[in-house]
């Protein structure tokens, strides 16, 4: 490909230093939720291994990892629909994550530790994920490669 045509490729254009800072705080935050899906499981296994509680909570919290594996690979690709993707979970989560940290607080400190660096580096990525600077980057065209 020719500099005239990298150019003319929008898919060619480097990726902000706003979305790449986003795309590794979201990747750090997910390898601390593995880390804790593997912790609490360990955690929580026992008292309410009768219930099948634990054994739920970490198959939901396993596809919910996948899903964010998938969407922050697409952010630093410039999906839209991945960067929405990632607004909604941490929307999701809110509500949740102030339930946990009451719950948690009498059981684990570590768990509510993580958990607070976690939610905190993804409420970082999303603002710069839709701060100025990352917009172009997700509002550009997906070009095709031309057959010349």
Do not use: D, K
């Not at 899903?67 to 509500?95: D, H």
């Not at 660096?117 to 990525?125: E, S």
């Amino acid at each position: 490909m020719t500099e005239t045509q990298a150019g003319n490729n929008p898919s060619a254009s480097p990726i902000p230093s706003s979305v790449r800072t986003a795309v590794w705080l979201l990747s750090i935050a997910w390898l601390l939720s593995v880390a804790l899906t593997i912790f609490n499981f360990f955690l929580f296994r026992s008292p309410l291994q009768s219930l099948g509680v634990s054994v739920q909570a970490t198959l939901s919290s396993i596809c919910a990892l996948l899903v964010q594996a998938i969407a922050i690979y697409f952010i630093a690709r410039g999906s839209n629909v991945a960067r929405i993707v990632a607004l909604i979970f941490l929307l999701l989560a809110t509500p949740g994550f102030f339930f946990i940290m009451w719950f948690m607080s009498t059981v684990s400190l570590l768990s509510v530790s993580l958990s607070t660096v976690g939610y905190t580096l993804r409420l970082i990525a999303i603002f710069l994920l839709f701060g100025p600077h990352a917009r172009p980057w997700f509002r550009r065209v997906q070009s095709s490669p031309s057959v010349a």
